[in-house]
């Protein structure tokens, strides 16, 4: 309970009256201080700060306006719902950036934010709008960083579907406003210019034309102040950031046609342009209105995810809750037809759950006590009730998109490429545009400021700009679809060059849904008693060949000190004797056999061997069904002339066996995790290598490789080492990944033929004074929309 005030705890002084709602009852405060940053907690909807915060918030002096929110998230409370803590222990965050329109101004927010001290990684996407920052909170405050990108011109907060909804729809519903203004007083300009390109007035009636050109410039006033507004704030940024943007030659064509107007109709001498300015305001924010929707239909599917989690959850007592405020250990209950609120494991009930939207996969699965769920997936036909093992920001959900956010900021050398290219443009844009003016000047001085403004306008390079963001933001949102998690920024890239397959076999080619077959004891012990040691032993393992043994454990651990040698087994000691289990070399510990009647002359006939004190007591012959798709997965490689290797911990006539049915030729057995990465560090250097594995023991060739892909069956080590995590269980998604990702090479190598081309051939043709102004205004949205629109193409 908080004694005094009700934000800062310190006393309140007398006759002092300030107060606030806040959790629906009337709260008094010591100062004005305490009351604006308790107002604006309140009507940031952050009010779950004030309901599990631990301890009173520190004295609150008074502050700029534009500061009280951003100092809020300094609040430890209120970071738990969006800051995330790396394994550097780095704080890290995603953050929705309102403002951003081309590389430019992605370039000099990173700019100015790497510059102070603490900052990690900052990483802005322009097609999300959306930017990845990683940093030391030790050093540098979240508030001082959001601060200075808002004093950068650039709002930013913390990424929420939701909000970021409402603000899409805010900035198109402003965009639509200024869009109106200008194509209504567009269509009055041109109407009034009609008479002036005719030259109907004769010297007589001077004063007419001279009246018509005061109409047109109140009339396309409005549409330079407001309708041109955005250009202006972006190109302001720019300069003030010292950077060139898209927007600058933009802008500039806008001010100096409509100044030299104003001067020409204050005169009487010269031309005026206003049509024009009208016409360009007009085209270019059509331009951009269509851009920003197609851009936005590209993010949608991975944010969308995040919809599918329920706004309410149903507690077991029966009490409904808002589903972001649940904890772990809650427990809820799950109707038939509902979504899961949350990450957690069954605990009561069974069902079958539709998991599409993570694994891409439309058959329902079977889901019964004890097995885990996650939030956003559909329940099918069963009640069930499931204990939260995950808070809402740490959701599987929310991990994937996270993840995905991490490879789309992570750029491909080609998209860093285009970035520097599109910058260093604009440059050259302003001088040639500069030289064409002075060159018009001597030799057509009336048509100067006409082919100036073509040649700012028509070579804007916007659609360089969105060439490849766009392209990866689509492909990567059709991998989501697939069921492939991509956790780095270069799977796409390196996907295209592989040329050799590495192949895991237990749980990769096959189930992994193994089955113990046989069990043959050797000496005095029962086969009950055998099972129960290599049970307990398996209990310190995280492998499929682990499973056939859980039925067999013990109520209470047996061993003590069990050491887990990956790729070979597992030692253990129990009443000062020491067991094994694990490959036949291993287990007898390069002793000879002894103490049984007939020598074991074939030592592969077995999967999993068991002794004491070096001496063998059992075998187990295991199973593991091969996957459906295994072969034609093979198959494919084969037939794109990718060659494949099956490197494998079993013993080679298991493994060969396997080779066989899929077709494999290269086949490397009884492989440890190092022997497994020495074999990658022979390979020749021309190849490009593609692991696929999901155990421990393929954790370091997974991380060697050039690219890795583990499956989600697998152990968590596997899959913090892969490139790509495969979510569902098809493995034939791979090929169609590769297919992807050779699409994607093309579409943006189509997107930067096309947005060079058009700039080197309109370069030429404006620079000779033979395009007009609208023509180019076109010309240059029509650019930017055909690549957005090539790149929608990955969305099939």
Not at 444 to 467: E, H
Not at 535 to 541: D, F, G, H, M, V
Request: proline share 3%; hydrophobic share 45%.
């Amino acid at each position: 309970m908080i004694q005094g005030c009700y934000h800062c705890g310190e006393p309140i002084p007398d006759k002092c009256e300030f107060s606030v709602e806040v959790l629906g009852e009337s709260r008094h405060l010591c100062c004005a201080g305490c009351k604006a940053v308790a107002t604006m907690i309140v009507e940031n909807d952050l009010t779950n700060y004030y309901e599990y915060r631990t301890q009173p918030a520190q004295k609150t002096d008074l502050i700029p306006n534009h500061l009280k929110t951003l100092l809020l998230y300094d609040h430890q409370d209120i970071q738990d719902d969006f800051v995330s803590e790396n394994a550097q222990h780095h704080k890290e965050i995603l953050l929705s950036v309102d403002g951003v329109s081309c590389a430019a101004c992605a370039w000099l927010i990173e700019k100015q934010l790497y510059k102070q001290s603490g900052v990690i990684t900052v990483e802005v996407n322009i097609t999300t709008h959306r930017a990845l920052l990683v940093w030391d909170d030790s050093l540098i405050k979240l508030s001082q960083l959001l601060t200075i990108m808002h004093q950068l011109g650039y709002k930013a907060a913390p990424f929420e579907v939701d909000k970021q909804e409402q603000q899409y729809q805010q900035t198109m519903r402003h965009y639509l406003y200024k869009l109106g203004v200008a194509g209504i007083a567009t269509m009055q300009v041109m109407m009034l210019a009609i008479a002036l390109y005719f030259d109907v007035f004769d010297k007589h009636e001077n004063s007419f034309r001279h009246y018509l050109r005061w109409i047109s410039l109140f009339i396309t006033t409005p549409v330079l102040l407001y309708s041109a507004l955005p250009f202006y704030l972006n190109a302001w940024r720019n300069i003030k950031g010292f950077t060139l943007g898209m927007d600058v030659p933009v802008s500039i064509a806008l001010l100096c046609a409509y100044s030299a107007s104003i001067y020409a109709t204050i005169t009487d001498q010269g031309e005026v342009y206003f049509e024009s300015i009208s016409m360009f305001t007009f085209f270019l924010l059509l331009g951009r209105f269509l851009e920003m929707r197609a851009r936005r239909h590209a993010t949608a599917i991975s944010a969308n995810l995040l919809k599918l989690i329920p706004t309410m959850a149903t507690l077991a007592s029966g009490e409904q809750v808002a589903a972001k405020t649940l904890k772990e250990s809650d427990v809820v209950t799950v109707l038939p037809g509902e979504y899961l609120p949350a990450d957690g494991v069954i605990i009561q009930g069974s069902t079958t759950i539709d998991e599409s939207m993570l694994t891409g996969e439309s058959i329902a699965v079977k889901r019964s006590k004890n097995a885990h769920v996650f939030a956003g997936t559909l329940n099918g036909n069963g009640n069930i009730t499931i204990k939260v093992t995950h808070n809402r920001k740490d959701t599987f959900i929310s991990s994937i998109i996270r993840l995905q956010d991490h490879a789309l900021y992570s750029k491909p050398k080609i998209a860093v490429m285009a970035d520097n290219v599109a910058r260093y443009f604009v440059a050259v844009i302003l001088v040639v545009a500069l030289m064409t003016w002075l060159y018009w000047q001597v030799y057509r001085p009336q048509d100067a400021l006409w082919i100036t403004l073509a040649v700012l306008v028509a070579t804007c390079p916007c659609a360089l700009s969105l060439a490849t963001p766009t392209a990866l933001t689509c492909s990567t949102s059709s991998l989501g679809r697939l069921g492939l998690l991509v956790r780095r920024g270069h799977v796409l890239e390196t996907l295209c060059k592989v040329n050799h397959v590495i192949v895991d076999k237990t749980g990769t080619l096959t189930e992994g849904n193994i089955q113990l077959v046989t069990t043959t004891v050797f000496g005095q012990y029962s086969t009950s008693d055998v099972l129960t040691y290599a049970a307990e032993l398996e209990r310190y393992a995280n492998h499929p060949l682990t499973k056939p043994f859980l039925p067999y454990q013990a109520q209470m651990p047996l061993f003590n000190s069990v050491e887990n040698i990956v790729g070979y087994g597992l030692s253990g000691i129990i009443n000062n004797q020491q067991w094994r289990i694990g490959k036949y070399e291993f287990v007898r510990h390069h002793q000879p056999y002894l103490g049984h009647p007939t020598d074991i002359e074939y030592s592969d006939a077995y999967s999993i061997w068991l002794s004491c004190e070096n001496h063998i007591v059992a075998a187990f012959k295991l199973e593991d069904p091969l996957r459906q798709d295994s072969k034609q997965l093979i198959d494919s490689f084969k037939q794109q002339g990718i060659k494949v290797t099956m490197l494998t911990g079993d013993n080679s006539i298991h493994a060969q066996r396997v080779a066989k049915q899929v077709n494999i030729d290269n086949l490397h057995a009884n492989m440890t995790p190092m022997s497994k990465l020495n074999f990658l560090k022979k390979i020749p250097a021309t190849d490009v290598s593609l692991m696929i594995g999901d155990g421990i023991n393929d954790a370091p060739i997974l991380a060697g490789s050039h690219l890795s892909i583990a499956l989600s069956s697998g152990t968590d080590i596997a899959k913090s080492s892969a490139d790509m995590v495969l979510l569902g269980n098809n493995l034939l998604s791979i090929i169609t990944a590769r297919q992807l990702a050779l699409r994607t090479r093309n579409i943006i190598r189509e997107n930067l033929a096309w947005a060079l081309g058009y700039n080197l051939i309109i370069l030429p043709l404006a620079v000779a004074g033979l395009v007009a102004p609208y023509i180019a205004v076109i010309g240059m949205s029509a650019s930017s929309i055909i690549v957005v629109s090539n790149s929608l193409r990955l969305l099939r």
